[in-house]
């Protein structure tokens, strides 16, 4: 009886063993990893955009070329408006512009310029206007001598065209230069004493002075002289040659 009572004191100290054996607590499960973070949307990238060429004359073109990486809207001023997100378009500014690119998408914007400078051209060179005649080229060739009948000194009715093409000359000369003194010399054929033709030029000279100035050329810049008989443009003794020298001269007073 001993022996069974030990017998089952042992197995009910197994039991007691193997049922503390049974309700061991089972460690809990590690946390689960946390969840990976969500990536922000990528900020669009203007890889380029430009003007070829950059200078240009009014009216000629140039052409805008860009790149654009992570956009939903690309837009460009100047009248543009919405373009692809890669692309080229000709312009023709008349004057030097700006060009604004605004790239937008879920992560921003960004922006560029592109500049086309309109070149001014040089003003048209003026033309050189044709070199006029000088004083003296009006003087020798457009201001003509007074001739005069033998032994007179009053201004023909045949010279009055001539003396009025001479105050014209002279008034030409005379804006040209306001300082210019014309002389006007009297001369005579080779008849009579050298006193009677000094006084005969000298009413000569002065005769032709006043009847410019009576057709408005100014009378302070005129002068007179009479050289007589002195210098004849024609020395043969015949009516032609006297017919020549009687006459007014025109030079630059010295």
């Not at 002389?183 to 033709?197: F, H, I, L, P, T």
């Amino acid at each position: 009886m001993t022996k069974r009572r030990a017998s089952l004191l042992s197995v009910s100290a197994l039991m007691l063993v193997f049922s503390a054996a049974c309700h061991k607590k089972t460690p809990p499960p590690p946390p689960p990893p946390p969840p990976a973070p969500v990536a922000a949307p990528a900020r669009p990238v203007i890889n380029y955009f430009t003007a070829e060429p950059t200078t240009i004359n009014s009216g000629q073109p140039s052409s805008l070329r860009w790149s654009v990486n992570d956009s939903t809207s690309v837009q460009i001023d100047q009248g543009i408006g919405q373009v692809s997100p890669n692309g080229r378009r000709a312009v023709y500014p008349t004057a030097t512009t700006t060009y604004h690119m605004t790239a937008t998408g879920p992560g921003g914007t960004a922006e560029a310029d592109a500049i086309v400078t309109v070149s001014t051209p040089p003003p048209p060179q003026p033309v050189a206007a044709p070199a006029g005649p000088s004083i003296q080229d009006i003087l020798a060739h457009q201001v003509q001598d007074i001739h005069f009948d033998y032994d007179k000194s009053d201004i023909r009715a045949v010279d009055q065209p001539i003396l009025q093409a001479d105050a014209s000359a002279l008034k030409t000369i005379f804006s040209m230069d306001p300082n210019f003194i014309v002389m006007v010399e009297g001369n005579c054929d080779e008849r009579g004493s050298a006193e009677y033709n000094l006084a005969l030029g000298d009413r000569r000279a002065s005769s032709a002075r006043d009847a410019l100035v009576a057709l408005g050329v100014p009378a302070d810049k005129l002068k007179t002289i009479s050289y007589g008989k002195e210098r004849p443009l024609c020395t043969e003794a015949n009516e032609e040659c006297y017919a020549r020298n009687r006459r007014a001269h025109f030079s630059a007073a010295q």
